[in-house]
T-cell receptor, first 113, second 111 residues
Framework: DAMVIQNPRYQVTQFGKPVTLSCSQT?????MYWYQQKSSQAPKLLFH???????NEADTPDNFQSRRPNTSFCFLDIRSPGLGDAAMYLC????????????FGDGTRLSIL | LAKTTQPISMDSYEGQEVNITCSHNNIATNDYITWYQQFPSQGPRFIIQ???TKVTNEVASLFIPADRKSSTLSLPRVSLSDTAVYYCLVGEDSSASKIIFGSGTRLSIRP
């Protein structure tokens, strides 16, 4: 009965090789978020979608892109991963934006070789 | 955007009540206070949200004084499975603002 599903749970890619992480939701929520979480740090918001409207955080590197083809799916594309991009990537949803309770997936742990 | 400050870590024992306090001196009138719990290798899980006074659910209670410059998450009779990182967030319950996770409190429960 998972509601926010992230695939894969573990992803390994090579330095500079594009990688895509995926997220799907069964909650029919309007908002989908992508966070980056490095070891022993808090999640850091990269961007979010309100429906089809994309909202990028000011300090999110251009190397990170996102797509939301429909309500249920959202993708995180890292165009040229560097060693510093190794992290856990968390997807979350909420019914509305702002301080609405967010439902998180269990993340994809990305390793860069 | 109100910043939050929490203790970095706390220790307690099974069966005890644990109170984790979060400071948010710059909280705005429209801001709500939300707490999340995160276990290793999992995403954060929503625990509780409140605006003022006291909120209680099946998991925890949230105490917010009248000036709202701090809040306290109370976990009754903790068990080993409550060992986790707890995050306090402050932000508007509307479409306007963004949410920033604070540094979190690492709670360790011992037998």
């Amino acid at each position: 009965d998972a509601m926010v599903i992230q695939n894969p749970r573990y992803q390994v890619t090579q330095f500079g090789k594009p990688v895509t992480l995926s997220c799907s939701q069964t909650l029919n929520h309007n908002v989908m978020y992508w966070y980056q979480q490095k070891s022993s740090q808090a999640p850091k918001l990269l961007f979010h979608y309100y429906d089809k409207d994309f909202n990028n955080e000011a300090d999110t590197p251009d190397n990170f892109q996102s797509r939301r083809p429909n309500t249920s799916f959202c993708f995180l594309d890292i165009r040229s991963p560097g060693l510093g991009d190794a992290a856990m990537y968390l997807c979350a949803t909420s019914r509305e934006s702002g301080n609405q309770p967010q439902h998180f997936g269990d993340g994809t742990r990305l390793s860069i070789l | 955007l109100a910043k939050t400050t929490q203790p970095i870590s706390m220790d307690s024992y099974e069966g005890q009540e644990v109170n984790i306090t979060c400071s948010h001196n710059n909280i705005a009138t429209n801001d709500y206070i939300t707490w999340y719990q995160q276990f290793p290798s999992q995403g954060p899980r929503f625990i509780i949200q409140g605006y003022k006074t006291k909120v209680t659910n099946e998991v925890a209670s949230l105490f917010i004084p009248a000036d709202r410059k701090s809040s306290t998450l109370s976990l009754p009779r903790v068990s080993l499975s409550d060992t986790a990182v707890y995050y306090c967030l402050v932000g508007e319950d509307s479409s306007a603002s963004k949410i920033i996770f604070g540094s979190g409190t690492r709670l360790s429960i011992r037998p």
